[in-house]
């Protein structure tokens, strides 16, 4: 029979994990749109992507322990939800994420900087360092949150204040003139439903950073295997 008294409190979670593991950590938020469009395929091919991240990620020894992971789904009229907490990359299991509903892509993004904020002051106070947050927003549509704009000048102005590094990636029939303004950096589109090829290319890129020295810049490896330049 286990002691009540003898389990570790839930806010205390976080402290255990650090002390287990005090390695710098490079935060990454993936945004990803599971709206009604995304239904049959596109939703298939988003888990299998998933899936495919979740193992690149475990099997790089130095990313299992650096990366941490936080996934936002936007769905509904005006939902979103995080799949889990933020969770190492080698405790990391891919959601299995349906679709329906419609794009609530702003307040998505407005949790996204929401959460990296609370983490960055998690890190701060259990003495880890951290590398530049990631947000990465994936979408098939648009936005259909009223107020999106307002959201996507504050994460412009915070990529501006290097706070974070936003990518947004567009599949088929996404407006990419709107996704561009959540970012200072151009978007990027989903060349098909090459998901599993992005999220290797992602996991490769933030396995990258995470190792890098301080202050290098945010570069990415070659896209190709997954953009569509046209």
Avoid at 84 to 105: C, H, K, Q, R
Wanted: proline share 5%.
């Amino acid at each position: 029979m286990v002691d009540e008294n003898s389990k570790i409190p839930e806010e205390m979670i976080p402290y255990v994990e650090f002390a287990d593991n005090a390695n710098e950590r490079t935060p990454c938020v993936l945004v990803l749109d599971c709206s009604g469009s995304m239904r049959g395929e596109p939703i298939k091919q988003l888990n299998a992507g998933l899936k495919a991240l979740e193992n690149e990620l475990k099997d790089d020894i130095d990313a299992s322990s650096r990366v941490q992971l936080l996934i936002i789904k936007a769905f509904g009229k005006d939902e979103v939800e995080t799949t889990s907490d933020w969770v190492d990359a080698m405790n990391f299991t891919a959601p299995v994420m349906e679709a329906g509903g419609l794009t609530p892509l702003g307040k998505a993004m407005e949790l996204a900087l929401q959460k990296i904020e609370e983490q960055k002051c998690l890190y701060d106070s259990c003495g880890i360092t951290s590398k530049r947050p990631w947000i990465f927003l994936i979408s098939d549509g648009e936005p259909t949150d009223y107020d999106w704009e307002i959201v996507a000048k504050k994460c412009r102005d915070a990529q501006n204040a290097k706070k974070v590094v936003i990518h947004a990636v567009g599949t088929q029939g996404a407006n990419l003139e709107k996704l561009a303004k959540f970012s200072t950096i151009s978007p990027k589109r989903l060349t098909g439903l090459k998901f599993t090829e992005f999220f290797l290319w992602l996991s490769r890129s933030v396995s990258c950073v995470s190792k890098a020295a301080p202050n290098v810049p945010d570069l990415l490896d070659d896209t190709g295997d997954w953009n569509d330049e046209e």
